[in-house]
């Protein structure tokens, strides 16, 4: 469950009696039998918490191993419903509390299944690509500034056509900039360039997905993707994203077919990492890509 645009989200502690009792975790439970993954999150959580549902998109798939069990998790956005918690109906949590994205919890334990969900819910929703090759150097730091400005947090330093010595200036002047307000900064497909300008991560092109053994080490690394197959690669490398597109026609290739939003859905379904909408991306659009199971957009022109 999200609010305030999406910077907050909902823990509950497990009750007495229960296995891992005390531990905080989302809100939910299991699926009855002839139910589908959208009917049981309703159910559970207008009996757990007492509210209705109105508004809920899939996001994340993922399996974790209890000494206990081993259960698959299926996570959904839930960003509208009706009723208090816990006023029209009682708890079945011992309590519930509101945590900022990106921030470290107040609350503990938490349950280890939930780790990645908990870094994952701190990847903003809108992702910069640059282009200053195509815009010019100076519009598009001025560009950049101004998104930073109206919230932007999330840049991918791409830009690969210059001379080393102007990709590394450019680099750092995009680093330099993104700190002053704190917002995430990744080089395309370069851990040099990376490691120089002291950038937050690497996002890695098809190819270089294609040919990666292991995750580079950085806090933040993602890719490039075009199916479902190398969407689950960036997955077993334990990379922290992906990228997928493109999905409508863009203003390089206004002619070529994208997926589409239901051939983005089909290949995002079952995800177990938050995969971005590319290609003829605006801000307009986030809802809609959410409601296909986007994490959310990265845009070269629409910012």
Same mark, same amino acid.
């Given at each position: 469950?999200?609010r305030t645009?999406?910077r #907050?989200?909902?823990?509950?502690?497990?009750? #007495?009696?229960?296995v891992?009792a005390?531990y905080w975790e989302?809100?939910?439970g299991?699926?009855?039998?002839?139910e589908s993954?959208r009917?049981a999150?309703?159910?559970e959580l207008?009996?757990?918490?007492?509210?209705t @549902?109105?508004?809920c998109?899939?996001w994340?798939?993922?399996?974790?191993?209890?000494?206990h069990?081993?259960?698959? %998790?299926?996570f959904?956005?839930?960003?509208?419903?009706?009723g208090?918690?816990g006023?029209?109906?009682? +708890?079945?949590h011992a309590?519930?509390?509101? +945590?900022e994205?990106?921030?470290?919890a107040?609350?503990?334990p938490?349950?280890?299944?939930?780790d990645?969900?908990?870094?994952?819910?701190?990847l903003?929703?809108?992702?910069?690509?640059?282009?200053g090759?195509i815009?010019? @150097?100076?519009r598009q730091?001025?560009?950049?500034e #101004?998104?930073l400005?109206?919230?932007l947090r %999330?840049?991918q330093?791409?830009?690969k056509?210059?001379?080393?010595?102007e990709?590394?200036?450019?680099a750092?002047?995009?680093?330099?900039i993104a700190?002053?307000?704190?917002a995430? @900064?990744?080089?395309n497909?370069s851990?040099?360039?990376?490691?120089q300008?002291?950038a937050?991560?690497?996002?890695?092109s =098809?190819a270089?997905l =294609?040919?990666?053994?292991?995750r580079?080490?950085f806090?933040?690394?993602?890719?490039?993707?075009?199916?479902a197959?190398?969407?689950?690669?960036?997955?077993?490398?334990?990379?922290?994203?992906a990228?997928l597109?493109?999905?409508?026609?863009?203003?390089?290739?206004?002619?070529?077919r994208?997926l589409?939003?239901?051939?983005?859905?089909?290949a995002?379904?079952?995800?177990?990492?938050?995969?971005f909408? +590319?290609g003829?991306m605006?801000a307009s %659009? +986030?809802? #809609?890509a959410?409601q296909?199971?986007a994490?959310?957009?990265?845009?070269?022109r629409?910012w």
């Amino acid at each position: 469950m999200l609010r305030t645009d999406g910077r #907050e989200f909902l823990l509950a502690q497990r009750p #007495e009696g229960k296995v891992y009792a005390g531990y905080w975790e989302f809100p939910g439970g299991k699926l009855e039998a002839g139910e589908s993954v959208r009917q049981a999150l309703i159910r559970e959580l207008h009996e757990e918490l007492g509210i209705t @549902v109105t508004d809920c998109s899939p996001w994340l798939t993922r399996q974790f191993t209890y000494p206990h069990a081993t259960v698959r %998790l299926h996570f959904w956005r839930v960003t509208a419903w009706s009723g208090e918690i816990g006023i029209t109906a009682p +708890l079945e949590h011992a309590a519930v509390d509101w +945590l900022e994205c990106g921030k470290t919890a107040h609350v503990a334990p938490i349950l280890p299944a939930n780790d990645p969900i908990l870094k994952a819910l701190a990847l903003p929703t809108t992702m910069a690509i640059t282009m200053g090759e195509i815009e010019g @150097v100076e519009r598009q730091l001025e560009r950049l500034e #101004e998104a930073l400005d109206n919230g932007l947090r %999330l840049i991918q330093v791409r830009d690969k056509g210059w001379p080393p010595a102007e990709r590394l200036w450019f680099a750092e002047t995009v680093t330099r900039i993104a700190r002053q307000r704190q917002a995430l @900064v990744l080089i395309n497909d370069s851990e040099e360039i990376a490691r120089q300008v002291g950038a937050d991560g690497v996002h890695l092109s =098809a190819a270089r997905l =294609a040919s990666c053994s292991s995750r580079p080490d950085f806090a933040w690394v993602g890719a490039s993707c075009h199916s479902a197959a190398e969407i689950a690669r960036a997955g077993e490398l334990g990379l922290d994203y992906a990228l997928l597109g493109p999905v409508l026609p863009t203003a390089t290739h206004p002619a070529a077919r994208g997926l589409g939003w239901e051939g983005f859905s089909a290949a995002a379904t079952g995800n177990t990492i938050p995969v971005f909408a +590319l290609g003829g991306m605006q801000a307009s %659009l +986030l809802g #809609e890509a959410q409601q296909h199971g986007a994490h959310g957009i990265a845009m070269l022109r629409g910012w």
